[in-house]
């Protein structure tokens, strides 16, 4: 039978994962700072406790899912001794520093903590497309997972309680970057009329076929050799300064493709320009060089 879980936040993303529990028959306990959130989730089925303690109380397990770190201790203060011999899963936006200080504060009061990162939007929550990571002692992940995986798909990623928050900002950094990569073509293309919705047509596409290459990539990284086969440094940092100077020259903004061109001109100033173009890891892994 499923196990009790008690879900703490009720912001967008808390009630996505508490309905998550309820829908797979979970018995649910929700508390909000503001009452008034939970009468969808209490129709459904879920218990609104009214104080934090008897929230805590009622599940070996306690979800949190609140805006920050410090939102996270102000909240959990007044009833932190009731989560004694509990385990706490952290679904807060946390930095890595911010699991470790939390964990630690918790185990003072004895409790287990499981820190945890979500990689969807509410909506997302509960299908399979929603992906969380946690990291933390395994036997945590392990005794809770059944539950945890009413909310996707669960990966337990390290014994350290920080790792789950750095597999999260990796990815969102990726993204992010990906995303600046996208709205510098489409300013690009843009000058020539094409909306952005025709060049994404042609970017979609074209970046997922390029995507897999970090796996090439990955070899170089992971290895710590740069020894080029194929394309150089110099080879790619020439197409870099080739995208400024036709977006100079085009009226936009270049730096993006500057900010590219910056990194990898470290790498050649230091004498790398006939490695692997993928050596201007090393300008942000070793700024100092
Ligand atoms: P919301 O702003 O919708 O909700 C914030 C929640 O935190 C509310 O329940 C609010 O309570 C509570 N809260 C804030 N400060 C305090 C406090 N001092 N004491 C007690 N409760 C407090 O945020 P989301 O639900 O969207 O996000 C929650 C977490 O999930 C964040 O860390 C976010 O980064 C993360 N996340 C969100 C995603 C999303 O798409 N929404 C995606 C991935 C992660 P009250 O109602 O009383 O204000």
Not at 81 to 92: D, I, K, N
Request: with cysteine.
């Amino acid at each position: 039978t499923p196990a009790p879980v008690t879900l703490l936040g009720l912001g967008a993303m808390g009630r996505a994962l508490a309905a998550a529990f309820v829908a797979g028959g979970h018995p649910t306990t929700v508390w909000n700072r503001t009452p008034g959130r939970a009468d969808d989730l209490v129709a459904s089925g879920a218990v609104e406790a009214p104080e934090l303690s008897a929230a805590i109380e009622a599940s070996p397990l306690v979800v949190v899912c609140l805006f920050d770190k410090d939102s996270v201790r102000e909240a959990l203060a007044p009833a932190v001794s009731s989560l004694a011999g509990r385990t706490v899963a952290m679904l807060t936006t946390f930095t890595p520093t911010d699991a470790r200080e939390i964990s630690t504060w918790l185990a003072e009061h004895d409790a287990d903590y499981l820190g945890g990162a979500v990689m969807a939007v509410p909506t997302m929550i509960g299908k399979p497309e929603s992906q969380l990571f946690y990291s933390g002692p395994q036997h945590l992940f392990d005794t809770h997972r059944a539950t945890l995986e009413r909310l996707g798909t669960s990966k337990h990623v390290g014994a350290d309680v920080g790792t789950s928050a750095l597999y999260e900002t990796a990815l969102l950094s990726g993204m992010y970057a990906m995303f600046a990569g996208y709205y510098h073509g489409a300013a690009l293309i843009g000058t020539g009329g094409v909306s952005a919705r025709e060049f994404a047509a042609y970017f979609v596409p074209f970046v997922q076929a390029m995507a897999s290459a970090a796996d090439g990539a990955a070899e170089f990284i992971d290895k710590g050799d740069y020894t080029a086969e194929s394309q150089s440094l110099e080879f790619n940092r020439s197409a870099l300064h080739h995208i400024v100077h036709v977006s100079e020259d085009q009226g936009i903004s270049p730096e993006v493709p500057v900010l590219l061109r910056e990194m990898m001109d470290r790498q050649i100033r230091a004498g790398h320009g006939a490695d692997s173009a993928t050596r201007m890891y090393e300008s942000i892994a070793r700024p100092q060089g």
